[in-house]
């Protein structure tokens, strides 16, 4: 069973967190939830709380097979200061192993030097990261090892792209259908 580290930090986008740990645990992925911060309760961007289950640096980042970023402009200035989160992302990334950012996130990506080439983001995130290799025409980009995607609306694409890639094409079809996804492409 694939393993996913979904990363919260105080300010983050509830929609985009939510929904793709439902997106990905409706698939059988192992998502771990993980507190940037001294407490395992983190408030989003729209003061909804969540319990985390564990703190960030009690992660085995050797078991893990993806970690991705939610967006929320507070939470993604956490994830891009957080020396342990940054640490993670680098050695994800020297492993080829899955990375992804939704929204605000691709700003963390670039602050850890992982972020590749081709990426899109929620708009004028791009000023703050590069103008070359950005595109806003997709709902999600896969890069390499990197997956990003545009924001709230786009999360449950990015989810079910994410499981397709951890999973497979039969459950994406499934879930895509169950969720009445016929949006995503």
Known sequence: ?????????????????????????RA????????VGKELTVQGANEIIVKADLN????????LDMIVLPGGLGGTDILAADETVQNALKFM????????AICAAPFALNKAGVLS???????SIEEQIRLDGYTDKSAVIEDGNIMTSRGPSTA???GLEI????????????L???????FCK
């Open 1 to 25: 069973m694939a393993k996913v580290l979904v990363p919260l930090a105080i300010g983050f986008e509830e929609i985009e967190a939510v929904s793709i740990i439902d997106v990905l645990r």
């Open 28 to 35: 059988g992925i192992n998502v771990v939830v993980a507190a």
């Open 56 to 63: 960030i640096k009690d992660v085995d980042i050797n078991t």
């Open 93 to 100: 990334n020297d492993k080829n192993k899955l990375i992804g």
């Open 117 to 123: 080439k081709k990426y899109t983001c929620y708009p």
């Open 156 to 158: 449950i694409c990015f």
């Open 163 to 174: 499981v397709k890639k951890l999973v497979g094409d039969e459950m994406y079809e499934q």
């Open 176 to 182: 895509k259908a169950g969720l009445l996804a016929d």
